[in-house]
């Protein structure tokens, strides 16, 4: 593995990880849902905008017959994943995010199988069904039975579903515009549908504590600008393949930071859930058998 590429990956792992436990620090303090993501969005697509003019920057418009797969994975990738997230965190744990949007590379490998027509040995098929095992147990651990899971569940798995579909499809398009490029404009593009979230956002930024606005703006500067940033610089230096067992951290750190930060910890079943599904995930990564390995940020 590409060392540089090892190191922008980890460094984005454990970003990545924190940023469950600043979104519950800024809406337990302060910011709605939509204000928080359209005030991290803000900062993100500035930084970019700064970034674009620096010198030494070469930034190439969109070709014609790009614009409309860029504006469309900016959207899945961008706003259903992050309004889903955030919103999903207001009746679950940051740890239980973490889990959740860990099981992601269950939901590309389906992505494989079904649209890239990929096929699937009959451990890896185990490792699925071991995989949404995980997610039920994860999910019931939020309410006291299957019946009366927590609403934020189902956000969040709509969360993971969109980064899925989001990396496995942004990788032809990284042939042809470097990291810098594609990061700012899926941020922008999926940063137009956050505006409906404008009124309010100024009274909401001066009603909140000293705490959430400097989780909001380091969410803003940090998972949001330079995670996605380091993140596709390391993947135009090496497989997806071959840095993505980094990613298998992301929900220890998510539960970790919580912990250490707020005092948070999901339920045991929960904790449980999160295990069998990671492990479930490590099956189908590992033993898939009759098909290349899809991870869970293919792109």
């Known amino acids: 593995m590409n060392k540089k590429a090892f190191v922008l990956a980890a460094i984005t792992v454990f970003i990545w990880g924190s940023s469950f436990a600043s979104i519950s620090a800024s809406l337990h303090e302060g910011y709605s849902a939509g204000h928080l993501i359209l005030f991290r969005f803000i900062i993100a697509s500035f930084i970019f905008a700064i970034i674009a003019f620096l010198p030494g920057i070469s930034f190439q418009l969109p070709k014609k017959e790009d614009l409309l797969k860029i504006t469309v994975l900016g959207w899945i990738g961008i706003s259903i994943y992050h309004i889903c997230v955030t919103f999903g965190q207001l009746t679950i744990t940051a740890g239980t995010a973490g889990m959740l949007i860990g099981s992601a590379p269950i939901f590309t490998t389906i992505i494989a199988v079904l649209v890239?027509?990929?096929r699937l040995g009959t451990i890896g098929w185990l490792g699925l069904a071991f995989g949404f095992v995980g997610i039920l147990l994860i999910g019931i651990g939020t309410g006291?039975?299957?019946?009366?899971?927590?609403?934020g569940v189902f956000l969040v798995i709509i969360a993971a579903i969109a980064t899925s579909i989001f990396f496995v499809y942004q990788k032809s398009l990284l042939l042809k515009y470097n990291p810098i490029e594609l990061t700012a404009y899926f941020t922008w593009a999926g940063t137009i549908p956050f505006?409906?979230?404008?009124?309010g956002l100024l009274e909401d930024i001066g009603h909140a504590t000293l705490e959430a606005n400097l989780s909001a703006i380091y969410i803003g500067i940090f998972p949001t600008t330079i995670a996605y940033l380091t993140w596709a610089i390391a993947l135009s230096l090496s497989k997806a393949s071959s840095i993505s067992s980094l990613l298998y951290a992301e929900p220890v750190i998510a539960i970790v930071v919580a912990w250490l930060w707020l005092g948070e910890l999901p339920a045991i079943l929960s904790i449980i859930g999160g295990f069998i599904a990671i492990l479930g995930v490590l099956?189908?990564?590992l033993y898939g058998g009759k098909r290349r390995s899809v991870s869970k940020k293919e792109i």
């Open 116 to 118: 890239l027509k990929e």
């Open 144 to 151: 006291d039975s299957i019946f009366n899971i927590s609403p």
């Open 195 to 199: 505006l409906i979230f404008t009124p």
């Open 283 to 285: 099956v189908v990564h």
